[in-house]
Every structure is written in structure tokens, then in C-alpha cells.
């Protein structure tokens, strides 16, 4: 788990430049299901030139009837499982992933707050996932209830794990 005030991260837009490099270069694509990101991670990649030729698609879910409406989510897929864990972001992840046939699916799922959620998770709790070529999961607690500013960590946090996933792959 990583705690952090300051995240020492790159901009949202540097990240999603280098990420969207790497996958034009390699020839592949990714999808992206977002919750208390709230679509800053599809927005950030949509907005590297070019992007059509790696990105295929995003999905905000936000609440367990978009899950099912968005990702297709079934009473099975999420049995004795809750929104806010590293295997939900997993799991989400695979889906979009498989649902776009894309290479990679990333995922986030948090509380950015001002509040904690439901789930009883602090503000600034967010489960990260990728899945593709590699399968990382990281759970992050920032320390703050800010909501806005936590919205653009939990994208960077995620986009800084996929280009860990990149990186690990072409080593």
C-alpha cells in the first residue's frame, strides 16, 4: 500500500503522452473502466494525437447498475466481492479488456471524497489494476479528502502502473 500527500508523479497529460507512445510503437490497445477517476484516464488518452490507433474504449462506473449496463457485471462476476479491492480492479479490468479485445484493460475504483465510501474506505482510497501481457493490482491511500485532487491522482497513479506493466514487459 502507498501513502502519499505528494505524489512525486508526472501530469496526467506527460503520463498519457508516454503510455500512448509505447502502445502506437508496439501496435496495441487499451480500454479503460474508471469510477472515482470519474473519465480523467480516457479524457488524458484521448487527447495524445493519434489516439485512435491504441484507444478502443472507456467506461465510468459508478455504481453497480452501470456495472452491469456497462460492463456487462453479473451476481456471479461479483460474488463475495465489493468495489474498492485490488481483485474488483482486477476483475473489472479483465472484463473491459475482453468485452473491447483490447490488449490491456486498466481499471480504478475508490473514494475520492470529501467522504469515505459506503464501503467504509477512507477518502483517497483507490484500487488500481492492469491487465494484459502482465496483471498488477496496488491499493493507494493518498491522506487527503480532496476530492479533485485525488480524481487526478488516482488517474496518474493509474497510468504510472500501466507504464510499470509497459516497461516491465519490454525488459
Known sequence: MTS????????????AERVGAAL???KETIAVVESSAGGLVSAALLAVP???????????????RAGKALLG????????????????????AGKIRDSHRASWGISESGAAGPSGSPYGD???????AVVGAATLGRTIETGNGDRAVNMDLFARYL????????????N
Open 122 to 128: 477512507a477518502p483517497g482510497h483507490v484500487c488500481i
Open 159 to 170: 497510468l504510472q502502473l500501466f507504464e510499470e506493466a509497459l516497461l516491465a514487459r519490454s
Open 50 to 64: 493519434g489516439a485512435s490507433a491504441f484507444f478502443l474504449g472507456g467506461a465510468v462506473v459508478y455504481s453497480r
Open 4 to 15: 502519499s500527500n505528494d505524489s512525486g508523479l508526472p501530469s496526467l497529460a506527460v503520463l
Open 73 to 92: 457485471l453479473t451476481a456471479v462476476d461479483v460474488a463475495g466481492m465489493r468495489a474498492e479491492t485490488e481483485p474488483y480492479a482486477v476483475m473489472v
Open 24 to 26: 502506437k510503437e508496439r
